[in-house]
């Protein structure tokens, strides 16, 4: 958008004006009322020291402001009657920079100083004495630029919000559309992968149980499905991730289940085998899994206990989770997308997954992840 725009470097504004406002100040004062001799060199090299000291305002705006009120009290007692325009610079610079309180009390303390000094120095009445401190810093200058740097600064508020808040809205934006990639991918591609795969593996275990040649073109169907389901499982993974929240994983199923407590399902965890750390993708479906389940428990199984039970396996990771649900071996269960669902993710993993109803009554999800499957 700024293409063929010229743009000054800040720091070459910034020494522009500090030496515009140098030669300003250093033609005022010899043109005007000034001492001899060594006071006339000392309040020369205050009047430039105040005004070269503007190059450092943005790096130091309370620094140029010390500097610039220091040097106006100097050449003021010097014997210059000058307005002191590097200090003005300095506060315009200082409250755009968000300084005001302490703008304000430096130069209520300055304005006092100018007055004492006048009156010290110079010698005469009172009346004088007001007159030479009011055209040394003119109180409405002071006031303008207080309002001015105050402007500038709010204005530069408002910008760098407006800013952040288009920012948030691509970012929201892009999260969304995101969000809608996969789940289109999901919708068009998961369930028709998954099934390609899983009647090619059947159609392999099939052959070789009954001593028959696997066709090479049948292998070679089951390792692209293979590989499909990994690499658009991670695909999904990616477009799903915000890079903000880290997706939950298998260490954060015991405060899953506690959630289910608070609903008033009685819930419980049970871990056998010994404990090792689960690949990433086994215990994203792991969590899945048992999330889907107690959901399904919770909302439709008509239960009031569920167990929840991980068996760590020297090749697999089983999960199983029962409920006390009115389900019984006579009723089919109807299945939905949370169980198409898990049996994609299982299958993904090369894993395996009943889903029934129990001869006891209530209903069983019982996976089994190989954890080569994650590689």
Same mark, same amino acid.
């Given at each position: 958008?700024?293409?063929?725009?010229?743009?000054?470097?800040?720091?070459?504004?910034?020494?522009?004006?500090?030496?515009?406002?140098?030669?300003?100040?250093?033609?005022? /004062?010899?043109?005007?009322?000034?001492?001899?001799?060594?006071?006339?060199?000392?309040?020369?090299?205050?009047?430039?020291?105040?005004?070269?000291?503007?190059?450092?305002?943005?790096?130091?705006?309370?620094?140029?402001?010390?500097?610039?009120?220091?040097?106006?009290?100097?050449?003021?007692?010097?014997?210059?009657?000058?307005?002191?325009?590097?200090?003005?610079?300095?506060?315009?610079?200082?409250?755009?920079?968000?300084?005001?309180?302490?703008?304000?009390?430096?130069?209520?303390?300055?304005?006092?100083?100018?007055?004492?000094?006048?009156?010290?120095?110079?010698?005469?009445?009172?009346?004088?004495?007001?007159?030479?401190?009011?055209?040394?810093?003119?109180?409405?200058?002071?006031?303008?630029?207080?309002?001015?740097?105050?402007?500038?600064?709010?204005?530069?508020?408002?910008?760098?919000?407006?800013?952040?808040?288009?920012?948030?809205?691509?970012?929201?934006?892009?999260?969304?559309?995101?969000?809608?990639?996969?789940?289109?991918?999901?919708?068009?591609?998961?369930?028709?992968?998954?099934?390609?795969?899983?009647?090619?593996?059947?159609?392999?275990?099939?052959?070789?149980?009954?001593?028959?040649?696997?066709?090479?073109?049948?292998?070679?169907?089951?390792?692209? /499905?293979?590989?499909?389901?990994?690499?658009?499982?991670?695909?999904?993974?990616?477009?799903?991730?915000?890079?903000?929240?880290?997706?939950?994983?298998?260490?954060?199923?015991?405060?899953?289940?506690?959630?289910?407590?608070?609903?008033?399902?009685?819930?419980?965890?049970?871990?056998? /085998?010994?404990?090792?750390?689960?690949?990433?993708?086994?215990?994203?479906?792991?969590?899945?899994?048992?999330?889907?389940?107690?959901?399904?428990?919770?909302?439709?199984?008509?239960?009031?206990?569920?167990?929840?039970?991980?068996?760590?396996?020297?090749?697999?990771?089983?999960?199983?989770?029962?409920?006390?649900?009115?389900?019984?071996?006579?009723?089919?269960?109807?299945?939905?997308?949370?169980?198409?669902?898990?049996?994609?993710?299982?299958?993904?993993?090369?894993?395996?997954?009943?889903?029934?109803?129990?001869?006891?009554?209530?209903?069983?999800?019982?996976?089994?992840?190989?954890?080569?499957?994650?590689?």
């Amino acid at each position: 958008m700024n293409k063929g725009r010229f743009t000054v470097p800040a720091k070459v504004t910034d020494w522009s004006i500090a030496l515009g406002v140098a030669a300003l100040l250093l033609g005022t /004062g010899l043109s005007g009322p000034h001492p001899s001799e060594s006071r006339e060199v000392l309040g020369l090299a205050l009047l430039a020291a105040g005004a070269l000291a503007l190059a450092a305002r943005r790096r130091a705006p309370l620094v140029v402001l010390a500097v610039g009120g220091l040097s106006a009290v100097g050449y003021q007692a010097a014997g210059f009657e000058v307005l002191a325009v590097s200090y003005l610079v300095a506060v315009y610079s200082a409250v755009r920079a968000g300084h005001r309180a302490v703008t304000l009390a430096v130069s209520v303390g300055l304005l006092a100083a100018l007055f004492l000094t006048a009156l010290v120095f110079p010698g005469g009445d009172l009346r004088e004495v007001v007159g030479q401190a009011r055209t040394t810093l003119e109180i409405a200058w002071l006031i303008a630029a207080i309002a001015a740097g105050e402007a500038v600064r709010q204005a530069e508020r408002r910008a760098d919000e407006a800013e952040h808040t288009r920012e948030e809205t691509a970012r929201r934006r892009a999260g969304e559309e995101r969000l809608r990639i996969a789940r289109e991918l999901h919708d068009s591609l998961t369930h028709q992968i998954s099934v390609i795969k899983v009647q090619s593996e059947v159609a392999v275990h099939v052959a070789r149980r009954r001593g028959e040649q696997v066709p090479e073109a049948l292998l070679v169907i089951q390792e692209a /499905g293979r590989e499909a389901s990994r690499e658009l499982r991670a695909t999904l993974e990616a477009l799903r991730d915000d890079g903000l929240t880290p997706p939950h994983g298998f260490d954060h199923i015991p405060d899953l289940v506690k959630q289910f407590q608070t609903t008033g399902l009685e819930t419980a965890l049970r871990v056998e /085998g010994r404990p090792y750390a689960v690949p990433a993708a086994v215990g994203r479906t792991a969590y899945r899994i048992v999330q889907e389940s107690l959901t399904n428990v919770s909302r439709h199984a008509a239960a009031t206990t569920a167990s929840v039970l991980i068996d760590h396996r020297p090749d697999a990771l089983a999960i199983r989770v029962d409920d006390n649900g009115k389900a019984t071996p006579d009723t089919a269960p109807t299945p939905g997308l949370g169980l198409l669902g898990m049996h994609e993710r299982v299958t993904a993993l090369g894993g395996c997954l009943r889903t029934e109803p129990r001869s006891a009554g209530g209903f069983t999800v019982q996976a089994e992840l190989p954890l080569s499957g994650a590689s």
